[in-house]
């Protein structure tokens, strides 16, 4: 993967790191946990209560992939219509200790008009992980800005 990236761009890269939300999460968890390139994943509004149905039976092998040694979060609403806390906190016996736990009150699975707030908690993980700050989420004037 590194390789096919570094082809097409005169950047170097230096660190992987998969975020995704919903069905995403699940599939870039499986990505993140079972591939040696990637050094960590996020994982937002994981569907765990669904999952079964929509990996086609295969979910089994999404979370043994999943459950790895590398850094991951893992974010859920409160409120979410698709996976209670209970289960997420199950799931999230079932992964280990390498896996950070956020549970963010009265919010849902979609997130709307949060996105910056989400944006922000998964740079705050980056940076205790990766001793890197990404760039800052677009501020309201749309200005973007990096932080050292």
Known sequence: LPDTINASSDT??????????????MIGSCVGGSRDDVDGYVAISYPYTWNWA???????KLLRNAKCEKPSLWMLGSNDEFT???SF????????????????D?????WLQRELGVAELIRCWIFRH????????PSESGSRGVRN
Do not use: D, Q, T
């Not at 929509?54 to 089994?60: D, P, Q, T, V, W």
């Open 89 to 104: 906190i199950n799931l999230m016996n079932k992964l280990g200790n390498s896996s950070e736990a956020v549970v963010i």
């Open 106 to 110: 009265n919010e849902n699975h979609h």
């Open 12 to 25: 170097k890269i230096k660190r992987i790191l998969v975020v995704g939300y919903s069905y995403g999460s």
């Open 130 to 137: 990766f001793g890197i700050l990404p760039l800052m989420a």
């Open 84 to 86: 209670s806390v209970s």
């Open 54 to 60: 929509l990996a086609l039976f295969n979910h089994k």
